[in-house]
C-alpha cells in the first residue's frame, strides 16, 4: 500500500508454500469442539509444485513477508467471522 508503483497488475498473497485441505480441516478442528471434516482422497505425495502460491514478486516489489500460517490464519479468520456476520 506504500509502494510508489507496482511493475505488476495481480500479485499472489500466500504464506508462499502450498498447504493442503487437510491443514485447513485440522486447523478448523482446532478451534471448532466437535467438528468432524472427512476429505475425499487427494494427492498422494504431499501438495506439489504449484507456483500460483509463489510469492517473488511481491516480496521483490513490496518487502512482503508473511505472518500467517494455515492454523493462524484459520484462527484469526473464524474469530473475525464471529464478529462479522454476513
Same mark, same amino acid.
Given at each position: 500500500?506504500?509502494? *510508489?508503483?507496482?511493475?505488476? =497488475?495481480?500479485?499472489?498473497?500466500?504464506?508462499? #508454500?502450498?498447504?493442503?485441505?487437510?491443514? $485447513? +480441516?485440522?486447523?478448523?478442528?482446532?478451534?471448532?469442539?466437535?467438528?468432524?471434516?472427512?476429505?475425499?482422497?487427494?494427492? *498422494?505425495?504431499?501438495?506439489? =509444485?504449484?507456483?500460483?502460491?509463489?510469492?517473488? #514478486?511481491?516480496?521483490?516489489?513490496?518487502? $512482503? +513477508?508473511?505472518?500467517?500460517?494455515?492454523?493462524?490464519?484459520?484462527?484469526?479468520?473464524?474469530?473475525?467471522?464471529?464478529?462479522?456476520?454476513?
Amino acid at each position: 500500500m506504500t509502494a *510508489q508503483t507496482l511493475r505488476h =497488475d495481480t500479485y499472489n498473497v500466500s504464506s508462499g #508454500r502450498p498447504a493442503t485441505n487437510r491443514e $485447513f +480441516a485440522d486447523a478448523l478442528q482446532a478451534i471448532t469442539p466437535g467438528l468432524r471434516l472427512d476429505l475425499l482422497p487427494g494427492r *498422494q505425495d504431499g501438495p506439489g =509444485d504449484d507456483p500460483y502460491l509463489d510469492t517473488t #514478486r511481491l516480496t521483490r516489489d513490496t518487502g $512482503f +513477508a508473511p505472518t500467517f500460517d494455515v492454523a493462524k490464519a484459520i484462527a484469526d479468520y473464524a474469530a473475525w467471522r464471529a464478529d462479522h456476520p454476513r
